[in-house]
C-alpha cells in the first residue's frame, strides 16, 4: 500500500505536468531558482567539511538544521501546501490500514522539489559531519531523523491548522496567533538589531538549540566530532523519540479524520438572515460582484486568515522601531501594508473556481467585474494605510515623514491594485478549490506561483519609482519632496488604477471563456 501511495503520488505529478504546459514552465523556474539556492547550500556544507574547525561545523548544521525544520513545519501553511489530490479526507471510503496509510502520506510527502531538496541537504550535512568514521554514521541517522521530523511536523501542522479553520472561532483564534506570533518575533528581531550577531553569539544559539527538539538531530554528528559521545547518543536517542511521538500524532490525527472526514470550507452551522452585503450595498453590477468578494472574504478561509495576516504582518515592524529607535521600521509600517493589501489580488479570480461560471453566464462587463472585486481590499486599505501612518509619529517616529508616508503608501496600494486588475485576467495559478484543505497546492505549481508573482511584484515597484524617489529625498530631509508625493503618489495611483481597470476590464471582456477553462483545468 506504501509503494502504491509513491506511485499515486508520482503519476499524479507527472499527470499534472502533462496537461498543463504552464505548470512545466513553473517546475522549470522552480528548480533553476530553488537549485541555486540549493547548489550555494551544498557548496557551504562540503566547504564546511574541508576546514578545520568543528565548532563553526557543528553551529552551521545545527541552525541551519533547525531552521529547515521550522520552514517544513511553517511553510506548507504559509506557502506551498500540500498535494490535495492526497489529503487524507479522500482516503476515507476506503479500507485502507491507518498506519500504512499514515506512513504512505508521510513517504509521499518526499516526492517533489521540497521533498528532493531536502534529502540532498540532509546529504550535504553527512557529508560535512563525516570527520570521522562514527561522525559520518550519526551524521547519517541524525539527518534521517531530522528529515522523517520534518515532514511529520508539516502533516501534522497543516491537518491541526485545517481542523482549526473549519469553524469562525478557529478562524478568530488563527487570527490571533498569527498576531501573537508577530509580535513575538519583534523583541527578537529588535534584540538582534541591538547586540549584533558575531561568531560567539551564533555558537551560543547552536548550543541552545541543540537542547531543542529543533536541534537534536543535527547537534549529535557535531558532538561526536568534538568527542562528546554521552550527548552525540543521548540526542539522537531524543531525536528518534521524538519523530516516535510525531508520527504517533500524526497517526490519531489520520485516524479523525478517516472517521469524522469534514468540509474546511469554513461554513458555521445555523440559519441566516438577511441577504448580508448583497442587502446593503447598491443594486448595481459593481454593487453585486462586490458584495460577492465582501462575502468571500468573511466566509472563506481561503482568503480571510490572509486579510488577517496581511492587516497584522506590519506591526511586526513596531518593537523594533521602538527597541532600536530605528525611525524607518516605524516609517516602513504603512508602506508595507499598502503593498501586501495591493500586490494580494493579483490572483483574485483564481479564487473562484468553477464559480467563475456566474460572472460569464451573467454577462456582467468587464470594468463592473474589475472595480467590485476591489470592494474589500480598498476597505482594508482605508483601515490599515492611515493607521499604521499616524501610529509611527505617535509611538516615536517623525511626524514631518507623515504627508511622505501616506503618499507613498497611497500609491503602492493604487498601483497594486492596477496590476491586480489586469493579472486576474490573464493568468491565475493553482489554489485550494473551495471545501478543500485551505492548505493545500497542486503538485508542481510552486514555480509558476513564485513566477507570477515576482512579475507583480516588481510591476508594483515599477509603477511607484516615483513615488518611492520622492519618499527618500523626504527621508534624507528635503521636506517638499514629502508634500508633492503626497498630491503626486495619490494622482499617478490614480492614473494607473483606471489605466488598469480598463485594460484588465478588455481583457476579461475577451478572455472570460478562456478564464472559465483555465479555472477548471486548475479544479
Known amino acids: 500500500m506504501v509503494a502504491h501511495l509513491l506511485r499515486l503520488k508520482l503519476a499524479l505529478l507527472r499527470n499534472g505536468l502533462r496537461r498543463n504546459v ?31 574547525d568543528p565548532v563553526l561545523t557543528r553551529t552551521a548544521v545545527v541552525l541551519g538544521g533547525a531552521a529547515l525544520t521550522a520552514g517544513w513545519g511553517l511553510l506548507p501553511v504559509l506557502l506551498f ?94 487570527g490571533m496567533g498569527v498576531l501573537l506570533l508577530v509580535l513575538s518575533l519583534a523583541p527578537s528581531a529588535s534584540l538582534v538589531g541591538q547586540r549584533g550577531v558575531d561568531r560567539h553569539v551564533l555558537t551560543s544559539l547552536a548550543d541552545v538549540v541543540a537542547w531543542t527538539p529543533l536541534g537534536w538531530a543535527w547537534a549529535a554528528a557535531g558532538d561526536v566530532a568534538l568527542g562528546h559521545w554521552r550527548a552525540a547518543l543521548l540526542r539522537l536517542l531524543l531525536a528518534g523519540g521524538l519523530c516516535l511521538a510525531l508520527f504517533a500524532v500524526w497517526e490519531r490525527l489520520l485516524a479523525s479524520v ?40 468573511v466566509r472563506d478561509p481561503r482568503l480571510n486568515l490572509p486579510a488577517v495576516m496581511t492587516a497584522v504582518l506590519p506591526c511586526g515592524l513596531l518593537l523594533p522601531g521602538l527597541g532600536s529607535r530605528v525611525d524607518l521600521a516605524l516609517v516602513a509600517m504603512p508602506l508595507v501594508s499598502a503593498y501586501l493589501i495591493g500586490w494580494g489580488q493579483h490572483n483574485d479570480v483564481g479564487y473562484d473556481s468553477t464559480a467563475f461560471w456566474m460572472h460569464v453566464a451573467s454577462g456582467v462587463d468587464g470594468l463592473s467585474d474589475r472595480l467590485g472585486r476591489l470592494f474589500p481590499s ?105 508634500w508633492l508625493v503626497l498630491a503626486l503618489g495619490p494622482a499617478l495611483g490614480a492614473a494607473c488604477l483606471v489605466t488598469g481597470a480598463r485594460l484588465g476590464a478588455r481583457l476579461f471582456t475577451r478572455r472570460q471563456a478562456d478564464l472559465l477553462q483555465d479555472l477548471v483545468a486548475l479544479r
Do not use: H
Open 378 to 482: 480598498g476597505l482594508l486599505a482605508l483601515v490599515c494605510v492611515p493607521a499604521y501612518a499616524l501610529l509611527g509619529p505617535l509611538v516615536g517616529g517623525p511626524w514631518r515623514l507623515l504627508p511622505a508616508t501616506l503618499g507613498v503608501a497611497t500609491a503602492l496600494a493604487l498601483n497594486g491594485f492596477a496590476v491586480a486588475c489586469v493579472t486576474s485576467a490573464v493568468k491565475q495559478y493553482a489554489v485550494p478549490p473551495p471545501g478543500e484543505n485551505p492548505f493545500s497546492s497542486r503538485p508542481g505549481s510552486v514555480g509558476v506561483t513564485l513566477a507570477v508573482q515576482t512579475l507583480c511584484g516588481a510591476a508594483v515597484v515599477s509603477l511607484s519609482s516615483p513615488a518611492l524617489v520622492l519618499g527618500v529625498l523626504a527621508w534624507t530631509g528635503r521636506d517638499w519632496a514629502g
Open 22 to 52: 504552464a505548470a512545466i514552465v513553473g517546475m522549470v523556474a522552480g528548480v533553476v531558482y530553488g537549485g541555486g539556492l540549493l547548489l550555494a547550500a551544498m557548496t557551504a556544507l562540503v566547504a564546511l567539511r574541508l576546514q578545520a
Open 258 to 297: 478517516l472517521c469524522s472526514p469534514r468540509s474546511t470550507s469554513g461554513t458555521d452551522s445555523g440559519t441566516r438572515r438577511g441577504l448580508g452585503l448583497f442587502g446593503r450595498l447598491p443594486g448595481s453590477p459593481v454593487g453585486a460582484v462586490a458584495a460577492r468578494a465582501g462575502t468571500y472574504w
Open 81 to 174: 501546501g500540500v498535494d490535495p489530490t492526497l489529503d487524507p479526507a479522500r482516503f476515507a471510503p476506503f479500507p485502507v490500514p491507518v498506519r500504512t496509510l499514515a506512513l504512505g502520506l508521510v513517504l509521499s510527502a518526499l516526492v517533489g522539489i521540497p521533498g528532493l531538496a531536502s534529502s540532498m541537504l540532509v546529504v550535504g550535512t553527512v557529508v560535512a559531519g563525516s570527520r570521522s568514521a562514527g561522525a559520518a554514521v550519526m551524521a547519517l541517522l541524525g539527518g534521517v531523523a531530522g528529515l522523517a521530523a520534518c515532514v511529520l511536523l508539516s502533516r501534522i501542522v497543516t491537518a491541526a491548522a485545517s481542523a482549526v479553520l473549519a469553524s469562525r472561532r478557529g478562524r478568530d483564534v488563527a
